[in-house]
């Protein structure tokens, strides 16, 4: 998604409450900074913030945190959603670097239309390649879940073999999320989708 | 798929000499049969034999065994191929039965475009089916493959989580085998779904 700058990004971010800057600090202390022990579920690729926002105000027993890397789409994400929430964060940052922001402390990685990268000389960039599924190894606390969503059917086949050859149980994939009963926000982005006809697939992935 | 009954079908299937009737006695001693040790690759519901009967062709140094439950379905496919082949044999019979039929001596398992049974309350019968996938345990050799064609999403993705919550990897998945660089033998049946506009689904799951 190509977006023009919004004015005035640097002061929106500064004074946002709850874009956590200094994270580096927080690395193994996420609980203290949520001041619970509730499960931490992390969105990579929060985009506008529609599901990390919805979600966060549906399950308040659960911390949610989400990474994006451009500021031009945080800055519309906090200006969508200007009010903290006691259990959502976010934070700017890129997927590579992950392991510098958390210790073993993190339940459920949320993947939601991420980039599809759908030429194979680009396939390690995929958040489901291997070098991302190792990333995340080091993140998790107990069992792993990885769960995702996408229109892309390239990024789905790529995302179902890579999580299988590294060890996850498919435990559920949906070729049509819209007409299924599994539980979905639907974001604006997805919203545009199902109006131009596009089904949404829904994978979800655990590890021991 | 409904057929009328072939006049004669008796008859045909009594004179044909690839058709193995008395097989509970070859358990175990397929390669017998075959006079080789070559693999042994097992089609669970042939239809009209095209795949089998153009893979046997193809592929000389591999073992073929076609399996169909109706008369009426076994005897189209030899009337459509009467010849007999070194490397290719036919059986009638139930895939619940398939333990009477083989002892670990399969290689590789078909499934092409098996019955979906897609509903929730007839999921047992579906071929990827745990039920199934226990009897299929003691039918392989060494490693286990299962190899699907599907234009059933409801089956593909029953398949893919029941094959990796039974401890198959998914090697592979298609979502449009006609335009991907897998190997193909595209049957009569394929065929019509093709001009339907339907795609053709791939799935392959390896166990060791």
């Known amino acids: 998604m190509r977006l023009r700058n919004v004015k005035d990004t640097d ?18 202390k996420w609980n203290e900074e949520f001041q619970n022990n509730n499960p931490i579920y992390l969105e990579i690729g929060m985009g506008m913030g529609d599901f990390l926002y919805k979600m966060a105000l549906k399950y308040p ?11 031009k789409v945080i800055v519309r994400a906090i200006k969508k959603y200007p009010q903290k929430l006691a259990n959502l964060r976010i934070i700017r940052g890129d997927a590579l670097n992950l392991k510098q922001v958390f210790a073993k402390e993190i339940a459920t990685i ?3 239309f991420s980039d599809p990268w759908p030429k194979i000389r680009h396939q390690n960039r995929r958040l489901t390649s291997a070098i991302f599924l190792n990333i995340y190894e080091d993140l998790f606390k107990n069992n792993k879940r990885i769960i995702m969503k996408t229109d892309n059917l390239t990024l789905l086949a790529s995302s179902i073999v890579s999580l299988s050859k590294f060890g996850y149980i498919i435990n559920e994939v949906n070729f049509d999320l819209e007409n299924s009963d599994i539980y979905n926000i639907c974001t604006e982005y997805e919203m545009k989708f199902r109006n131009m006809g596009i089904k949404i697939n829904y994978l979800e992935g655990i590890k021991k």
């Open 110 to 112: 949320y993947l939601n």
């Open 61 to 71: 027993e659960i911390n949610f945190i989400g990474m994006e890397k451009q500021s």
């Open 11 to 28: 002061k929106i971010l500064d004074s946002c409450s709850y874009l956590i800057k200094d994270y580096t600090n927080l690395k193994g």
